[in-house]
């Protein structure tokens, strides 16, 4: 349920006019337009329709919203990396992850890219700690797929001269590589192709 004026409980005495769900989900936007530090306070309130006491008592500081703005991205309908773990075998883990890598970072109902890399690569020493949130994140999802990996290798789905680690930094970076590629006008056919040259090589089963 959404965070409305009738569920939210009063900051100062009043309730919240707006629908954190929905601001969170502009506030976004922005981050995933113009980074951490581009999103100046003033555009975020723009966008969010509220004013800075009220994004300061609803979310905190912008650290903080951007963070559940992450949070937010990362379980979106359209998210494919940890669903993707659950898939049978490492090809098709691979494989959703890949393809839909494609299709999220060149959808044209979004931004291009992903929020989370382009996160972490601008920001300065002033996003220090968010930068490391997010290099954590990136970090637990590389686990993830090991372990994903190393559980298809002990079933006798990736051979036993593979290295899961490898592999699955291997993946990140493509991953992240494609995220980059997308913001420099990258489509998704493009993307595809990339997609199309790891699996060609995968050593698991399709």
């Given amino acids: 349920m959404s965070a409305t004026a009738s569920t939210a409980a009063p900051s100062v005495g009043r309730p919240r006019a707006f629908d954190m ?9 922005v981050f995933w337009l113009k980074g951490y530090e ?10 969010m329709g509220i004013n800075k006491p009220s994004l300061y008592a609803a979310f905190g500081n912008k650290e903080q919203l951007f963070l559940k703005a992450i949070e937010l991205y990362e379980n979106r309908p359209c998210a494919f990396f ?3 773990l659950e898939l049978p075998t490492s090809y098709q883990v ?11 970072n060149a959808d044209p109902n979004s931004p291009p890219g992903c929020v989370i890399v382009q996160g972490a690569i601008s920001c300065s020493e002033a996003g ?8 954590e994140k990136r970090q637990k999802g590389e686990v993830a797929l090991r372990e994903r990996l190393e559980k298809a290798q002990a079933e006798g789905d990736l ?15 493509v ?8 913001t420099s006008g990258a489509s998704c056919t493009d993307l595809r192709m ?3 040259t790891v699996l060609q090589a995968w050593p698991g089963k399709k």
């Fill in 38 to 47: 581009g999103a100046s306070l003033p555009d975020l309130c723009e966008a």
């Fill in 159 to 173: 051979p036993a001269d593979a290295d899961p680690a490898a592999l699955a930094r291997y993946i990140g970076a």
């Fill in 21 to 29: 769900d929905t601001a969170l989900q502009k506030a976004l936007e």
């Fill in 94 to 104: 691979v494989q959703h992850m890949l393809c839909g890598a494609a299709k999220a």
């Fill in 175 to 182: 991953l992240q590589g494609m995220a980059i590629q997308a």
């Fill in 194 to 196: 990339v997609a199309d």
């Fill in 128 to 135: 220090a700690s968010v930068k490391q949130a997010l290099i």
């Fill in 82 to 84: 940890y669903p993707a």
